[in-house]
C-alpha cells in the first residue's frame, strides 16, 4: 500500500502485515524538556546490559573509580565494555537485582558515589573520522560501551561489522519509538537532533553506506521537524532523508521499519545486513557521537517515567546504573492504585517486583500502570479460531498454529512454524477475544528450545567423552595383557636360561643366590665322592630307632601312607621355616594391593 | 492349476531370492532404533534405569519393549521424545520421578584423594592423584552421583545447579483455559 506525504517530499512508502493501532498515552510524558536527575548514593551497575557474555569486573572492592572509567572489560567478541557513571568508590561486586523478566540477581558492580564527579582521562576526540579506517572507529565505539539502546542492546560495534560479504547500501535510523508511553526518543530527536545528525554522518562513513533513512512515525510532529532542521543545517542532507511513517504499532520494529521505508524483507532466521541495510536507533547514533567525537562512554541515557500511577510523568537524562526507587521519587513517587511497575513499554515491557533494579543501558522506560490503564484479564478463555491474531502478526507468522504447538510443548512443529521469527510485539495477544496470553507461550516455547539444545549439545559432550573413557578403559586392559602374556613369554624362556648355567648377572642378589647354590651343588658332590652319605638316620641308637617305630606306627595308625610318614619328619623340618618367608611374600603384596585400591 | 501352482512358486522363488539378496546386499550395521533412541537419552550414564549406562537401556528399549520412563535425568521430555519416537502411548508408561539439575562437589576437607570416585566416574569429570585431593570438573558433570557410593568419606554431595538470568526459562503459563485436548491433536 502507498501512502504519501503531503507536505514534505514525497517517498514511497510500504506497510508491513498487520499491526494494530493502540491508543499512544505519549502526552503523557512528552511535554517539558529532558531533567538533569542527580547523583544517586549508590549506582549499581550490572556487569550484563548487552546481549552476549558478561564482562570481566577489573575493579576490586575499595577501588577508588572516577566517572567514565572502565570498570569491566569485555569478554569475547559480542561484548561490550562497563563505565562508572559517576565517581565514588567501589563498595560491593556481588549479585544484586536486575531489570529482567525474571525478577532474579546478577553480578553488579556497586559504586558509593563522592558527589564530586570527577571525569578520568577520556581517548582522545576522533574529529577527523573521516580520514579514519572504519576499524579504528569501530574500536573507539567498543571501548566506549555502546550498545542498541532501542531495547535489544545488542553491542553495537559488533552491528557496524557486518563484514565484506554484506556491503551496506542503506543506513536506517529507527525514531519510529511505536510503543505507547515512550517518548525518550522523541525528547532525544527534540533536544540532540544534531547529535543524532553527527551520529549518522559517523556510521556512514564507518559503513560505507550510500544514503540514511530516518524513520519517524507522524504522531511526533516535533521530533521530525526539529530532525529535518538539524538536517538542512548539515551538510550531509543530500544523502539524508527524515522520512515521516504512519503511527502503526509495531512499525518501531527492525524489520517492519525496513519494510515500510525500502520495501525489502529480511530473509527469515536473517539480519538487515544481508539485503544490505543496517538499522540503529536515534540513541545509539547520539550514542556513537559522543564516543567518537568526545570520546565520552555510553554512562548516561533518556529514560521515561511514565503512567497514570506517577505523580508526575516526566523525561529524565538518567546515568545508568541509577535505582529505578530514584527515578520514581524525583517523579513524585507512585499514586496508591498503581497495579504493576513495568521496565519497557506496555506492549513488550516485563513487569519488576523490586525499584531496586538499576537503570541499565536497554532500559527506556519505567512505566507505572494503574487499575484502570491495565485490566487483569481473568482467566484465559479457550481459543475460537477467529483468526484474528493472524491478520494482527507482524512477521506473517501464524499465531494460532504457534500457540498450539506451544501449548502441547511440540517444539520441533512450532518451529516450524517459524517461531523465532517472532517478535514478541504482542500485536496477537492485545487483539484476541479470548485474553490468550500468546506471547508467553511464545516465550515459553523460544527459552524452552534453545535450553534443549543446550542439553542435545551437552549430552554428545558426555557421549564422546564417555566413549573416550570407554575406549582408554579398553586400551589399557588390552596393555595389561599385552604385558601379562610377555612376562609369561619370558617365564617359559628362563628355564631354558637355566640350562645353559649362565646366571644373569643383572641382578646381584640374584646372583648372589646362584653362586650359593653352586656352593653348596659343590659340597654335595665332593661329599658324595668321599663316600659320605648325608642321611643321619643310620647311626641312630637302640632307644632312639625305637621312638621313630613307635612314631610311625603312630602315624599309620591316623592313616597317614608310609611314604608320607617317612617324609614326615623332614617336611616337617623344612616346612616351618617356609612359613614366615611366606608371609614375609605375602607382606609387601597385601601392601602394594592396599596401596592400588587406596 | 498346474500353471497356476507352478506361476506362484516361480514368483515366490523369484521374490524370496530377491528378498533373500537385498537383505545381504542393504544389510544394515548395529541397531538403527537403537541408535536412535540413544541420541534422545541424556548421556548421562547415571544407571539410574537400572541399566549399566544409556547405550545398554538404548538397546533395551528397541529391543525388548523396555518401559520408556525409566530415565530420571530425562525427565518428562525424554519419555515424551521416546513416546513420539516409537509411537508408543506416554501415558501407560506413568510419570518420572524428576530430581533438579545438579552437579557433584568435593568437599576439601574431607577428601583422603582414594581415587574411587575417579574411576567411577562415567565422563572422566573428576581429576586427582592418588593420595591427591581431587576436583570435580563442574561443566564435565553430568550429575549421575555414580561417585557418591564409592566415597569411602562420603564427601561427596550434589550441589543443585542455580537458575541465573541467563540460563532462566520463561515459565509455561500458568492460567490454562478449560480447553479440550482434542482440539490440539485436531491440530497436530
Redesign the interface.
Known sequence: MQATQPRFKTRRLWQFHGGIHVPDEKALSNAGTVEPTPCPKFLILPL?QHIGA?ANPIVKVGDRVLKGQVIAEPRGYVCAPVHASSSGTVIAIEDRP?P???G???PCVVIETDGRETWAELPEPLTDYESLDPAVLRDRVRACGVVGMGGASFPTSVKLNPGKDHPIHTLVINGAECEPYITCDDLLMRERSGDVLQGVRILLHLLGARQCLIGIEDNKPGAIESMRLARAESDIKDRVEIVAIPTLYPSGGEKQLIKVLTGREVPSHGIPAQIGIVCQNVGTAAAVADAVLLGRPLIERYVTVTGRAVAKPSNLNVRVGTPAADLIAQCGGLRDDLRKLVCGGPMMGFEIDSQAIPITKAANCLLALTHAESPDPG?????IRCGRCADACPASLLPQ?LY??A????LD?VQDYNLFDCIECGCCAHVCP?H??LV??Y??A???SW??EQ?KK??????A??T??LERQERQERERQAKLRTKKEAAKDKPAAKGEAVPSTEDPKKAAIEAARQRAAAKKAALAEQGVVPKNTEDLGAAQQQQVAAAQARRRAVGLGESEAKAGPEAQATEQPSQPTQTKATGPKAATAS?E?? | MITAVAAIAALAAVIGALLGYTSLRFHIEGDPIADQVEAVLPQTQCAQCGYPGCRPYAEAVAKDDEAINKCVPGGEAVMLALADLLGRDPSEAGGIAEKPKSVAVIDEKECIGCTLCLQSCPVDAIMGAAKQLHGIIASECTGCELCLKPCPVECIHMRPIETTVRTWKWPFPANQSPEVPAQAQQAA
Open positions: 550484563q558478561p536486575v529482567h523478566p525474571s532474579l540477581s546478577a482467566p484465559a478463555l479457550p481459543c498454529q498450539w504447538y501449548r502441547s510443548k511440540d512443529r479470548s490468550i496470553p508467553q507461550y516465550r515459553y523460544k527459552t524452552e535450553a534443549r542439553e551437552k549430552a554428545d559432550h558426555a557421549k567423552r564417555h573416550a573413557k596401596e585400591q587406596a
